[in-house]
């Protein structure tokens, strides 16, 4: 179970995407019930405050009275929840609603108690609204599309079978509630959805980073390459915490290489898919940290507006902009443009396994080329799949757009921006998938060469437990499949 103190990290969050608790502490829940009691006093008193007694957007100076508060929470909810096109995945869902229970606990939101325990209740029963994935230029409509089933509205799935928002609620035991003035705005605020996608494909990409490190290593035992351009010396000149952590990946599973021993002067250099491999992962692993020091830093602030504070004596409400998310909307941008880039790094070198003009093994790794194709149309799916990355690589956070009568004339589409990054995540997960079997085919036709390093044996070893060598007897697909799932479910073995 992860338990919110103080702060809650990206770690956390997608702990609980895959499956964990999420609970609150006595101190935290002592925060939720000062700002829900501050709400309460505004409300009594009658202070004018944004989106507690007035319209949103751009209808901020529309006073509502008091008697259509809690109608008005509702109806933000039902209008908002436009969202279109396919749904988000279960452990995308939960990892928003795990950042948005953050969120609201940091005691500024001033949502009841209720509202955090029935978003917990649906971590802890397996209830998962559905989300579609498109329509946010900021936040506002993933979130209201969870939001739906707290009210009995729209749909959920609940332990694999879907069904409406209220049979949902009786189905994990609850009933639906009643919103209060500003709950309405609060479960639509706020950056929990970006935080939570961000969340999930963090650690997404940091198996992804392991793995193409492994990968790298498997074809670059296969193509001989020349070891002295990953001397710890040599980059160390251009000085780089990720270059140095790929460099001794590299130079840990190469260790003892007969292949790599046999290799040795054949050439002056490597191309540059093999002899750049540490720059490029290196980058990635640099920009990969600052992205979660950035994600951290969302789940650690609050995002909700406006933002009540004081004590229900003297209640503060700030109207602010930390819902609005440039810097996570630009980190998400960053490591889109890094993976993509690992991608096309990873078609080349799969390209210098399957070429027989540069390869020196079988053309297309064919056991009879000719009658056989091999990997030669694999290797057209691993372009097409780094070339879609290319395109995903534009960045979100530059679309700008003008929305709710220029009241919000600034957009950086951190939401967008997450969930492009996920779609990089899901094509370079293939395209690596292509790559490693690809050089484990090629080192079964070395095998009588030389041997291989123990740290490449035991990625070799690993192939073959999931999908032996390849005689066009069987569709490809299926194998990548299946080497894609190993990827995404399990770290490369050392």
Not at 54 to 71: F, H, I, K, N, P
Not at 119 to 137: I, M, Q, W, Y
Not at 237 to 256: E, F, H, K, Y
Request: glycine residues 8%; contains cysteine.
């Amino acid at each position: 179970m992860v338990t919110i103190d103080k702060a809650i990290g990206w770690r956390d969050v997608a702990r609980v995407a895959a499956g964990d608790t999420l609970a609150l502490s006595d101190v935290a829940w002592a925060r939720v019930n000062n700002a829900s009691k501050i709400v309460e006093r505004i409300v009594e008193t009658g202070v004018r405050a944004y989106g507690i007694n007035t319209g949103v957007g751009a209808l901020s100076d529309t006073v509502v009275d008091r008697e259509s508060q809690s109608r008005l929470s509702r109806n933000i909810i039902l209008s908002h929840a436009c969202a279109v096109g396919e749904l988000l995945a279960a452990r995308e869902v939960r990892a928003v609603i795990a950042a948005q229970i953050a969120n609201f606990a940091h005691g500024y939101s001033g949502v009841r108690a209720d509202i955090i325990r029935h978003l917990a209740t649906f971590l802890e029963r397996d209830c998962v609204p559905d989300v579609p994935s498109k329509g946010s230029a900021g936040y506002l409509t993933h979130n209201a599309h969870t939001a739906l089933v707290l009210i009995g509205e729209g749909s959920a799935m609940v332990a694999g079978k879907r069904m409406s928002g209220q049979e949902a609620l009786r189905a994990i035991g609850l009933a639906p509630l009643v919103l209060g003035a500003k709950e309405g705005l609060s479960l639509v605020n706020g950056t929990a959805c970006a935080t939570g996608l961000a969340s999930v494909a963090l650690a997404r990409a940091s198996h992804l980073l392991d793995w193409s490190d492994a990968v790298a290593a498997l074809t670059l035992e296969a193509t001989g390459c020349q070891m002295a351009a990953f001397d710890e010396a040599v980059l160390a000149l251009r000085p780089s915490r990720g270059i140095a952590l790929v460099g001794t990946a590299l130079r840990r599973r190469l260790d003892g290489s007969g292949l790599i021993a046999a290799a040795l002067g054949k050439r002056t250099q490597d191309a540059l898919s093999l002899r750049a491999v540490p720059h490029a992962h290196g980058a990635a692993r640099d920009v990969f940290e600052n992205a979660s020091l950035v994600v951290d830093a969302e789940l650690a602030s609050v995002t909700d507006n406006p933002a009540v504070s004081g004590t229900p004596e003297n209640p503060v409400v700030s109207s602010e902009a930390h819902a609005v998310a440039p810097a996570l909307a630009q980190v998400c941008d960053s490591l889109a443009i890094a993976l993509a880039q690992i991608s096309a790094m990873s078609e080349r070198r799969m390209d210098r396994l399957v070429n027989p003009l540069v390869s020196g093994l079988p053309p297309f790794l064919a056991n009879d080329a000719g009658s056989n194709s091999g990997f030669m149309i694999a290797q057209y799916t691993a372009a097409a799949l780094s070339n879609e990355n290319r395109r995903l690589a534009a960045p979100a956070s530059t679309d700008g757009g003008l929305t709710s009568g220029l009241q919000e004339d600034f957009l950086a589409h951190p939401t967008a921006a997450a969930n492009k990054l996920l779609s990089v995540i899901d094509n370079a997960e293939y395209v690596l998938a292509i790559e490693l079997m690809a050089a484990a085919q090629a080192h079964d036709f070395l095998a009588s060469a030389a041997s291989r390093a123990t740290g490449t044996d035991a990625i070799h070893r690993t192939v073959r437990q999931v999908v032996s060598h390849y005689y066009d007897d069987r569709p490809l697909a299926g194998d990548i499949e299946a080497i894609r799932a190993l990827l995404r479910a399990e770290l490369p073995p050392t």
